[in-house]
């Protein structure tokens, strides 16, 4: 287990400084002309980079609801430069990081601190407010930096920190460069202003914005000997929480009747699902087993830590426990369609295919948009030999969330028992892709066009994709 640990902190920070060096050898520009493209350049590879170093959560569940919050502040945000997208990644620090070019990443950590959705908005809009207001490169046009690949090392050191960092800090400074991507307190205030205004334009409670200032600043407090990464490059806690209960205070009367209430179920069910994932499972356990326990929690707290030991007993095999907690929150929670996608998922895992199939239809018929009931609908599809079925099912699936690296897997898989060799050529390049894996994507793309059998959208496509790949291995 340590042995396996230490490999993947060593390959973390090999990774990091390949991006060093690929990045290295890109187009040198003037510090003063960093340039959407050039930040869209940036933000790309470091993409690419962190999927092959990191495990991003790659699950449709988790990316819908991530991706639609996301784009409730954007759509309250303006026009926007990028296409935003947003991630979490299983990783112990309490950080989250706005990279170029609309790049938001949630490390696990931090969302284990939340206790609500208000927060978790909170969080997301502050790091939108930093690329709106393009503070990153503003940060870098200051600085030193004279290509687009001592930009990206010193961004990746301070986006990801732990072990990688003291390499890559060392990296940055053999190069002559200097570190100063921390926000300034001006920028924070910025980003703190927009967060606050589009929280009360999404009629949101503005106390989530406070509690996660809270915990910032307790966090500082208790760990000033080693403070996270997040408290490195989002500096001023006390402050920040000052100028927003100000703020708060100030607008007490109008900001409270402006709030529409959230019972938080969706959170919870998005947090508890992360953690089931990667927490040690006896640790998560006695977790809920306080918040069950504790005579201050509500029922509605309570029942969804029995949410999380359904989690955390299909995750171990134990499939009739798992149904049997789902079937106790969903008598509480009624009108919830996603416990049905639940249910229908441990069926599925359970190898009950009739059941799970009726349980999965009934909730895609309550919810024609759920992309994790409509992921699971077509891998049974597919195992019960029905793959013309599952294959429409998984392009809606890959339609809604393009970057689901799982999805093509299963298209590939299909594609190949079908003989259209080309077709599942090209999706295991796009796999490959979404996985970080940029050699054996190459490999595949370069197959996939020396089929005869695509269609001419296809191979145009795939050229499209391989120009891509090549470039982001430079």
């Not at 046009?141 to 986006?159: D, H, V």
Request: proline share 3%; charged share 25%; with cysteine.
């Amino acid at each position: 287990m340590v042995e396996g640990t230490m490999k993947k902190s060593l390959m973390k920070s090999f990774v990091w400084l390949l991006i060093g060096l690929f990045l290295q050898f890109s187009t040198v520009a003037p510090v003063s002309a960093f340039t959407i493209g050039d930040e869209r350049e940036v933000g790309e590879k470091l993409l690419y980079s962190v999927r092959s170093a990191f495990e991003v959560i790659d699950d449709p569940d988790i990316t819908q609801y991530i991706t639609r919050l996301g784009q409730s502040v954007l759509e309250v945000a303006g026009i926007q430069y990028f296409d935003y997208h947003f991630f979490v990644i299983n990783d112990k620090e309490f950080n989250a990081f706005a990279a170029p070019s609309g790049l938001i990443f949630f490390h696990s950590g931090l969302i284990e601190t939340m206790n609500s959705e208000d927060e978790l908005v909170s969080v997301l809009a502050h790091e939108v407010g930093h690329i709106v207001k393009r503070h990153l490169a503003s940060r870098m046009e200051k600085g030193k930096y004279t290509t687009i690949g001592s930009l990206g090392l010193a961004l990746a050191a301070l986006a990801f920190g732990g072990a990688a960092a003291p390499a890559l800090f060392t990296g940055a400074l053999a190069t002559g460069q200097s570190i100063n991507l921390h926000f300034s307190r001006q920028d924070e205030e910025e980003a703190d202003l927009l967060a606050y205004g589009w929280m009360k334009n999404l009629h949101r409670d503005p106390e989530g914005q406070i509690k996660m200032l809270e915990s910032m600043r307790r966090i500082a407090r208790y760990r000033s000997e080693k403070p996270p990464q997040y408290l490195l490059t989002h500096p001023n806690p006390e402050e920040r929480l000052n100028t927003i209960e100000s703020l708060v205070e100030n607008d007490h009367k109008t900001s409270k009747a402006n709030v529409t209430a959230t019972d938080d179920f969706e959170f919870l069910r998005f947090k508890y699902r992360i953690l089931a994932k990667v927490k040690d499972p006896r640790d998560f356990k006695m977790y809920l087993a306080n918040i069950i326990a504790d005579s201050r929690s509500s029922a509605f707290r309570k029942m969804m830590a029995d949410y999380g030991l359904a989690q955390i007993a299909a995750n171990e095999n134990d499939f009739p426990k798992s149904l049997a907690l789902l079937e106790k929150v969903t008598a509480y929670f009624p009108d919830k369609n996603i416990l049905k996608t639940d249910k229908g998922v441990a069926l599925f895992a359970d190898g009950k295919f009739i059941e799970a199939e009726k349980t999965l239809r009934d909730a895609l018929a309550g919810n024609g948009s759920d992309m994790y009931a409509a992921f699971t609908l077509a891998k049974l599809l597919y195992r019960s030999h029905r793959s013309a079925e599952a294959e429409k099912y998984l392009q809606e699936v890959s339609y809604e969330l393009p970057e689901c690296a799982k999805v093509y897997f299963e298209l590939g898989q299909i594609a190949s028992d079908q003989q259209r060799t080309g077709d599942s050529s090209f999706y295991l390049g796009k796999y490959y892709l979404y996985e970080g894996k940029l050699k054996e994507a190459e490999h595949n793309i370069r197959i996939a066009l020396r089929s005869k059998t695509m269609s001419d959208k296809r191979t145009q496509e795939s050229k499209d994709l391989l120009k891509k790949i090549v470039k982001l291995q430079k």
